[in-house]
């Protein structure tokens, strides 16, 4: 199946003997149907103006949309690009029927388009199945292919190809990209929203060379976050909340010119949730036990402290599911400014 670039204004429709993708201009959305747009707080989605959207909802600390505060998993594990949900009777009728009226419809749409979408709308509707299976409308549903909103443009968003298909009430769906807790999980991974990781310096602005430089970060602003995936439709209630809790902060100086405290660069969380001990009057003399100490000016310029958390990452689900996923983190970088330290010769 060829994935194509304009998303939003393709409809990929695989058929019995093998694949018709429909040319830019069609006027549906594209297949498998892609994800909503997460909000701030809140991502919700309906199946209006001949859309199918997925109906997973985000609550917690949801990551605003085109925010960059995304964790790295320290695998290869990346999480799920699409699933598989239900859909009832009447939402799926919609979807089919405004999708085959506007491409209809639509002016200068190519006859193999019309022929394509045609040839769909009648597997379900006068073919395979009558009528949507609406005389059986109490006992089932339709399940639909979705893509994770945040992976729309990864390959792999394609790999739920399967065509919409009937399944009985309580049974299983037989796809392993079917949704379930650990799948709403793999979700809520990568919409959770960190804080910045910006860490607390002293010297704040400007150190000197071979001075050591404290760095702390305040345990009220690096506590755990979480957020929660639920899914409530066509009779299917399952819902898990995922969990990032903050384990230990690395220093990385911008320069090989200098030395970190500890000398791996790595502050391990205390025992109240902070990372490194602020800097207070009467300990410049003592080493901190999170800090760099730069050899050399910066010049004209300056250095670049890169700062990154480790999160651990694990969840509970419907059902007493849970379990962990990999780790994961993020870091950002602050200019550092470096002096030499003057002398007066008498």
Known sequence: MHAVAARGRFLTVALLSGALVLAPGTAFADWPPSAGTQGDTKQSASSDAGRLVSKVTYSGSVRSAGSNS????????????????????AEFKKYVESMYEETINTPGQANYAKAAVGHFRDIYKDGEYKDYNGDKADEGNWWVAVQNPDRVDDPASWECSKLPFWVKNNDDPGVDQAVTPKVLAEAA?????????????????????????????????????????????????????????????????????????????????????????????????????????????????????KATITWQIDWTGTGGAGGDLPYGTFGTTQDITVQEIQSVNR
């Open 189 to 305: 991974y990568n919409a959770i929203q960190l804080p910045d990781t910006k860490v607390t310096l002293a010297p704040e602005d400007a150190t000197k060379v071979n001075l050591p430089t404290w760095a702390w970060l305040d345990k009220a602003k690096f506590k755990e976050v979480s957020v929660t995936a639920a899914l409530n439709v066509a009779g299917l209630n399952i819902q898990a909340t995922t969990t990032a809790k903050p384990l230990s902060l690395k220093l990385e100086p911008g320069t090989s010119d200098a030395e970190t405290y500890p000398a791996s660069g790595v502050c391990k969380i205390n025992g109240n949730d902070s990372i490194g001990e602020p800097y207070a009057k009467g300990k410049s003399d003592q080493t901190p036990p999170c800090g760099i100490r730069y050899l050399r000016s910066s010049g004209n310029g300056t250095y670049k402290l």
């Open 70 to 89: 995304v964790i790295q998993p320290v695998s290869d594990w990346t999480p799920p690009a699409c699933w598989y949900e239900p859909r009832s009777v």
